[in-house]
Nanobody, 116 residues
Framework: QVQLVESGGGLVQPGGSLRLSCAAS????????MSWYRQAPGKERELVGT????????NYADSVKGRFTISRDNAKNMLYLQMNSLKPEDTAVYYC?????????WGQGTQVTVSS
């Protein structure tokens, strides 16, 4: 079955960096586009960005463009989110997402808190 396991979250000061990881299994990772989402307290889950299957192309929400970078290692079935210049408004639970055969799969999420 499809499994997505995020890790790497934590508490970071404004201006700091974090790298999130998502370990994927149960599907052909190298053939799949993948997405990162986030959900802040009291807000709806929002798309952070999406990367294509070979990692050659990614797109981002305007709010993170130029600060966040999505990458992947298809040999390891791993998805990454490098977050730089973090702001308090980036505080959220971050999720990786996969759609397969019209079903949406989410990991359990990893908390990112940006605060001084």
């Amino acid at each position: 079955q499809v499994q997505l396991v995020e890790s790497g979250g934590g508490l970071v000061q404004p201006g700091g960096s974090l790298r999130l990881s998502c370990a994927a299994s149960g599907f052909t990772f190298s053939s799949s586009s993948m997405s990162w989402y986030r959900q802040a307290p009291g807000k709806e889950r929002e798309l952070v960005g999406t990367i294509n299957s070979d990692g050659g192309s990614a797109n981002y929400a305007d709010s993170v463009k130029g600060r966040f970078t999505i990458s992947r290692d298809n040999a390891k079935n791993m998805l990454y989110l490098q977050m730089n210049s973090l702001k308090p408004e980036d505080t959220a639970v971050y999720y990786c997402r996969k759609i397969l055969l019209l079903r949406t799969y989410w990991g359990q999420g990893t908390q990112v808190t940006v605060s001084s």
